[in-house]
Every structure is written in C-alpha cells, then in structure tokens.
C-alpha cells in the first residue's frame, strides 16, 4: 500500500471527477488553507452545521440517534462550538473514490492546536458521496470553526490490488450523501 502524490490526485479530479470542486494549489488569502498538497488535498467544510446540545437532556444512543440532540445552523460564515461539545457538517468537495483506493483523513494542525479535534472514519473504496466530519471542542472554552475554509487532509492510498467487494459493492449505508449525515443503523 503506498500513499498517492499530487500528481495522481490532479489527474483522478480532473479526469474522473475523483474530488469536485478540485482546487489544483492550495488557497490561503487569510483563510485555514484548503486544495492540493503534495500528497493529499486539504478539504473545505461546508456552512451548515448541526451543533450537539443537551437541551433535552437525552442520553445519546448510536442505535437510536435523534435530531433533537441538535441545533443546525445554516449559511453562516462560522460557528461556535460550546465548550466539551461537538458539531457535525460536512465537505463542500463531493468525493469519487477509485476501487482500488482507500483515505483516510487527519485534522489540519490549525484547529488541533486549538484544541479542535476533527474526526472522520476511513473512506472506503468507491465511496460516493460528501463526507460527514465531525469537529470536537476539547477545551474549556468556545471554539469557533469557520465554514468555506480548510478543515482536514484527506490521503489516498492505493491497495495491493482491489478489494473483493467495495463500499459500492455492499451498498454501504452513507453512499451517496449529501448534506450533514447523523448516524445510521
């Protein structure tokens, strides 16, 4: 398994439409930098947000999420995220991933020396679809994360050979999604 360059990410969005909107450098202009690194391609979080809230003082189940645990904000430029809480959103890129590919994707450093955690579980093989991202407020204080902006590097990286079955394959139960994507059984 090896990590995939630049080179072989500009050709995959430019041909294949592996990652749209592709921004071919990266963009700063005073933003959290997002587009193309040498070796992975920094994503943009998008303006809608659904910030967790304990208002009604739930317990919060996996297997029996609800939307009341939230408050979703839409077309902002930023959010704030209380303190030792968490927000959801997701990428304004929508991803295509190649059969014989994999990402796994790592915070940018920006908001994790913040005390910023966000979280997304490895992207499998022909994965389709925007990509849910958690952010987690570790401190004590409010956290602000700015919509439009870099959040987190997504690195690509080529199997041996291609899985016997794909994320496609098993009609994987986040296939296809857009917008923010709360928790599914």
């Known amino acids: 398994m090896s ?13 294949h ?27 943009r979080v998008g303006d809608e947000f659904k910030i967790f809230t304990n208002v009604n003082s739930e317990t919060v189940d996996p297997k029996k999420f609800t939307a009341n645990n939230f408050v979703t904000k839409k077309n902002s430029d930023f959010i704030i995220i209380p303190p030792n809480s968490f927000a959801l959103a997701t990428t304004i890129e929508f991803f295509k991933i ?26 499998e093989s022909e994965f389709s679809g925007n990509v849910t991202l958690e952010f987690s407020n570790t401190t004590p204080l409010p956290a602000k994360i700015y919509a439009n902006e870099g959040v987190a590097q997504f690195l690509f990286l080529k199997g041996n050979e291609s899985p016997e079955v794909s994320y496609a394959d098993r009609n994987g139960k986040y296939m296809g999604q857009t917008g923010v994507t709360l928790p599914k059984v």
Request: with cysteine.
């Open 17 to 43: 439409q592996m990652i749209s909107p592709f921004e071919e450098k990266q963009i700063r202009n005073g933003n959290i930098s997002y587009g193309l690194s040498s070796f992975g391609y920094d994503a």
């Open 3 to 15: 990590i995939l360059s630049d080179k072989w990410i500009k050709k995959m969005s430019l041909e």
């Open 98 to 123: 190649p059969r014989d590919v994999m990402c796994i994707v790592v915070g940018k450093s920006t908001y994790a020396r913040c005390g910023i955690i966000v979280n997304v579980t490895p992207i």
